[in-house]
């Protein structure tokens, strides 16, 4: 009569097992582009100076660790709403909180579509970051995959993209990544992004914006104009937001949900819904990332230093692009890339060549982490694709 042993066997994260071969390699000069984290030159995942800033007055200024509620802290949603939406949007369409993480916002989103429309479908393209299809099956919602990068060519598939999302029935969603696509780095540009959202209009579609790379594109503004046209175009959309990259807070789980709604009622409708969800998924989200945010938005001085550091962060990963297509023209497709992430198009044996006889550590998907490298790798990394091709 036991319960556990009637359970199945997880595959392991495919990530975490190339991190520990990784660690296990013991040649001199390896490369490692697995893992989905910022690293600076010297390799370093480093935390923001704004943010010790931040955290060095939270230290001196926080006088209670007592309970917020379950939207989190309202300052830090109030604040990041501009930043992130742009400030065109009104805020009295806009419901939303603070989550846990972009993972706890399109948790929380699924959840909130799956109460409103259990039959929605979710339409995404392929590939997209591994962990969408859990997260919107855990709220039951089906996710149908269209095409979405040429491998080959490196360019987004939108004939075939439109093609499917017009055979979408009214209601269903639409997953889109803000910017900096994880894992291709193909964005849709201002052209396409006006054909998907008038497209969404006109058909009913509800567009669900994942927005986990903001600023590090083409600049924080550039890159929240897809999302504006969407926001233009559509009575309703929603956006899951992480600041776990563009602040370098990963492990402290930050994010937020923003939902779009027609007007006043139906945002007051979406809130008082998401409250009830948050509650009981997680109660209320982890306070510290939030605060540090907030601290920042709300300081002029320290804004100042946190956008000089995203932005010098933004000029290191289009600088390792733009060197990598100036030593092999086979990669000029780079620099049309935005973002930490793009995916090569390699077979599982020369993903196996590039670590055995090169020792460069790639996703077994071909995906890179272009900000894995420094100048200095950039001409052995460009030898071993050359080397395994
Ligand atoms: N969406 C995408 C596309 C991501 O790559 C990630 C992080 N890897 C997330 C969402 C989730 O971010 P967070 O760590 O804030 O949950």
């Not at 509620?69 to 806009?94: H, N, Q």
């Not at 579509?113 to 979710?122: D, F, K, L, S």
């Amino acid at each position: 009569s036991r319960t556990l042993t009637r359970l199945t066997a997880q595959p392991p994260d495919a990530i975490l097992e190339l991190i520990s071969l990784h660690a296990q390699d013991e040649r001199e000069r390896k490369i490692d582009l697995g893992v989905g984290v910022y690293r600076d030159e010297a390799g370093v995942t480093p935390v923001f100076a704004a943010v010790k800033a931040a955290e060095d007055r939270l230290l001196r200024s926080q006088t209670t660790k007592s309970y917020l509620g379950p939207e989190g802290d309202i300052e830090f949603f109030r604040r990041l709403l501009p930043l992130a939406l742009g400030s065109d949007v009104a805020a009295e369409r806009v419901a939303g909180m603070q989550t846990p993480g972009g993972t706890g916002a399109l948790r929380i989103g699924a959840e909130l579509i799956a109460a409103a429309n259990p039959n929605a479908r979710v339409h995404v393209g392929a590939p997209t970051w591994p962990n969408h299809a859990p997260i919107f099956a855990a709220a039951r919602l089906e996710l149908v995959e269209h095409p979405y990068l040429d491998p080959a060519n490196q360019t987004v598939r939108f004939g075939d993209m439109m093609a499917a999302l017009e055979k979408a029935a009214a209601r269903d969603v639409v997953l889109l990544h803000g910017c900096c696509h994880n894992p291709t780095g193909a964005d849709l540009d201002a052209v396409q992004w006006q054909a998907v959202a008038r497209l969404c209009a006109e058909r009913g579609l509800l567009p669900f914006i994942d927005f986990a790379y903001h600023g590090l594109g083409d600049g924080l503004e550039a890159d929240r104009q897809g999302l504006a046209c969407v926001a233009r175009h559509c009575p309703e959309a929603i956006v899951a937001y992480s600041c776990d990259k563009n602040f370098g807070l990963y492990r402290e789980r930050v994010g937020a949900l923003f939902v779009l709604a027609a007007d006043r009622s139906d945002a007051a409708l979406a809130q008082s819904n998401l409250l009830s969800l948050a509650r009981a998924n997680w109660s209320m989200p982890p306070d510290h990332g939030a605060a540090i945010v907030r601290l920042i938005l709300e300081r002029e001085e320290l804004s100042a230093l946190w956008r000089e550091e995203l932005e010098n962060m933004r000029r290191r990963i289009a600088a390792m692009r733009e060197g990598l297509a100036r030593l092999d023209p086979a990669l000029a497709f780079l620099t049309r890339q935005k973002g930490m992430f793009s995916t090569l198009d390699l077979t599982p044996r020369q993903v196996a060549a590039l670590r055995e006889e090169h020792a460069v550590y790639v996703a077994g998907t071909g995906r890179i982490n272009i900000a894995g490298l420094a100048p200095h790798d950039l001409q052995a990394f460009a030898a071993a694709l050359a080397a395994v091709r």
